[in-house]
């Protein structure tokens, strides 16, 4: 039966105290699991080299085993763990120096002391470092880079060396791809970055109290919340599932050969399957399926702008042109195209004006007619530009 620890009269084992232990560092997000490492900022335990000897200054550290509990290790003076290992002749190497518990009962060794370990790797085209065996306690503390003979001397990484800290303290490690828990910081180096952890994604501290996100941000916290765009340099915005630029929608289309049948009264909507969209900012303003219809994303006021060319082969007819809002029969209101009468040459039409959108998605379509007795082909360029949110 386990013992509750500091009561008289009971005896512990070292099982009972490791395990208590556990409660003084951060959880590994397993039950009674534990993160070991070194403290932040501490100096202590550091690798270096002197020519090929290593050496290891003294420390302290946290070690951790599943279902043994932590160990508490101290090296109170400095220790050298051997010498590196000569090079290979043509391929690299990398070697691993750990700080190890020796612990009979988990390992058989026969031993119960701390001690600072170099192991050697196998020299390789693509080197990896070396684990030690399955029943070693230890923390890793640097690795070894040793170049093949004559490519230079080895040099020390303290990448793989892990940092601990009391349980809910903030982690100073940028590379942990998943919390331990939700509601877990993170100091992120590589991005100057205070992190949470909300279950599924680290969150810069800022973005979780609806402030910008960093550009390249996958998803958003929240409905409404802003992304820095560092290519467009113009905020993202995220609407529950997508990032959604900022920009004010436009569009526009271009065709050189809209074609136009002749009727003495019919407008006909005019189409351009051949050309079609020539510039847009958001997706879902023109169809190939609806070749005749600008879609006005968002509600409010948008500016016209475009022109109609219309062949000399009008003679003395009149050719005429109108926009229309969602399939109305008549023009909408101040965008109407200037009726130009047709000549020799081609002669140029201006198309300006504003609409409204009174609700998202409705659209905006150019018609033209002409009453020359045969088709005509006209160039027609037609865009549109939200300006304001009235709808009024």
Do not use: C
Not at 259 to 280: D, K, R
């Amino acid at each position: 039966m386990p013992d509750p620890l500091w009561e008289d009269s009971l005896t512990y084992s070292g099982l009972e105290l490791r395990q208590s232990d556990s409660l003084i560092a951060m959880s590994d997000g397993t039950a009674m699991g534990t993160r070991p490492g070194v403290r932040p900022g501490d100096t202590g335990l550091t690798v270096s080299l002197a020519g090929s000897t290593i050496n290891v200054s003294a420390g302290v550290a946290l070690l951790y085993r599943s279902g043994q509990g932590v160990y508490r290790a101290a090296m109170p003076s400095s220790t050298s763990p051997g010498t590196v290992n000569a090079a290979h002749a043509t391929l690299a190497r990398i070697d691993l120096v750990y700080l190890r518990v020796w612990d009979t009962d988990v390992d058989a060794s026969g031993l119960r002391k701390v001690e600072a370990v170099y192991l050697a790797g196998t020299a390789a085209g693509s080197p990896v470092a070396p684990t030690p065996a399955g029943t070693v306690i230890y923390v890793p503390l640097a690795t070894i880079s040793v170049p093949a003979s004559g490519g230079g001397s080895p040099t020390v990484s303290t990448a793989v060396r892990p940092v601990t800290v009391a349980p809910g303290g903030i982690l100073p490690d940028s590379a942990l791809a998943s919390g331990y828990y939700v509601g877990q910081y993170r100091d992120n180096s590589s991005t100057g970055s205070l992190e949470r952890w909300d279950g599924s994604a680290w969150r810069p501290w800022s973005s979780a109290l609806r402030g910008i996100a960093p550009a390249g941000y996958s998803t958003g916290t929240y409905t409404g919340q802003y992304r820095d765009n560092t290519t467009t340099l113009v905020p993202d915005r995220w609407d529950g599932s997508a990032w959604t630029t900022t920009e004010q929608p436009t569009a526009g289309l271009y065709s050189a050969t809209v074609s136009l049948a002749s009727s003495a009264g019919t407008y006909f909507a005019l189409s351009f399957t051949s050309g079609g969209l020539a510039m847009s900012n958001r997706t879902g303003m023109y169809s190939s399926g609806q070749p005749t219809r600008l879609v006005m994303p968002l509600a409010g006021t948008y500016v016209l702008d475009g022109y109609i060319i219309w062949p000399g082969t009008l003679s003395t007819a009149e050719g005429r042109g109108e926009l229309r809002l969602n399939g109305s029969g008549t023009a909408a209101t101040t965008a109407r195209v200037n009726i130009t009468k047709g000549s020799v040459g081609n002669a140029p039409a201006a198309i300006s004006g504003r609409v409204i959108a009174t609700a998202p998605g409705q659209y905006l379509e150019l018609f033209g007619n002409q009453a020359s007795g045969s088709s005509v082909s006209l160039t027609v360029a037609l865009g549109i530009t939200r300006v304001s949110a009235s709808t009024t």
